[in-house]
T-cell receptor
Framework: DGGITQSPKYLFRKEGQNVTLSCEQN?????MYWYRQDPGQGLRLIYY???????QKGDIAEGYSVSREKKESFPLTVTSAQKNPTAFYLC??????????????FGDGTRLSIL | GQNIDQPTEMTATEGAIVQINCTYQ??????LFWYQQHAGEAPTFLSY????GLEEKGRFSSFLSRSKGYSYLLLKELQMKDSASYLC?????????????FGSGTRLSIRP
């Protein structure tokens, strides 16, 4: 079945440590996204990629980095510069960025906590 | 700004009807999505509106008024499994410069 796979489901980070969250899709979608969700708040966009080898900052990119070397993969690194990383991270994809009536498909999320 | 406003919480009774409202600023509007999200899970797509009027999909319907910057999601014949958060998301702008903004979500609780 086609879909988006995020791993791991739960992740713990020590102070000063970088961690990478995996996101893989086999939907042949061009566009991919990373969101952060905090309790009582909406999804906030961290980074997005309209096409392979291209990505742009979202609204809260500070302390995060991404790469898009392959169409199906869009890993997110939470760096030590991100001072409040505890959150639920959601990866999404869509057929293309510009096609306005196509919904985003979401992965099951990764819950990141500080030790 | 491009704030999306939804009620934080709502409660309804099994078998009843509930309407979840969403308001947004109209400038640059280019489509509105509704998603359902069960606790700790991925959001799943429910509906899309870009023209005024009502879109019906089984027990769920979504309405849009572009001039008023207003949408609602209508859930009929409520079931316990409908207990979830409902996210309103609006696309602002066009083409590669467009941006999707999510509301904070409405947490719907269904009581027997």
């Amino acid at each position: 079945d086609g879909g988006i796979t995020q791993s791991p489901k739960y992740l713990f980070r020590k102070e000063g440590q970088n961690v990478t969250l995996s996101c893989e899709q086999n939907l042949n979608h061009d566009a991919m996204y990373w969101y952060r969700q905090d309790p009582g708040q909406g999804l906030r966009l961290i980074y997005y990629s309209q096409i392979v080898n291209d990505f742009q900052k979202g609204d809260i990119a500070e302390g995060y980095s991404v790469s898009r070397e392959k169409k199906e993969s869009f890993p997110l690194t939470v760096t030590s510069a991100q001072k409040n990383p505890t959150a639920f991270y959601l990866c999404a994809s869509s057929i293309e960025y510009r096609d306005s009536n196509q919904p985003q498909h979401f992965g099951d999320g990764t819950r990141l906590s500080i030790l | 700004g491009q704030n999306i406003d939804q009620p934080t919480e709502m409660t309804a009774t099994e078998g009843a009807i509930v309407q979840i409202n969403c308001t947004y600023q109209t400038s640059g509007f280019n489509g509105l999505f509704w998603y359902q999200q069960h606790a700790g899970e991925a959001p799943t797509f429910l509906s899309y509106n870009v023209l005024d009027g009502l879109e019906e999909k089984g027990r769920f319907s979504s309405f849009l008024s572009r001039s008023k910057g207003y949408s609602y999601l209508l859930l009929k014949e409520l079931q316990m499994k409908d207990s979830a958060s409902y996210l309103c998301a609006v696309r602002f702008g066009y083409s590669s410069a467009s941006k999707i903004i999510f509301g904070s979500g409405t947490r719907l609780s269904i009581r027997p």
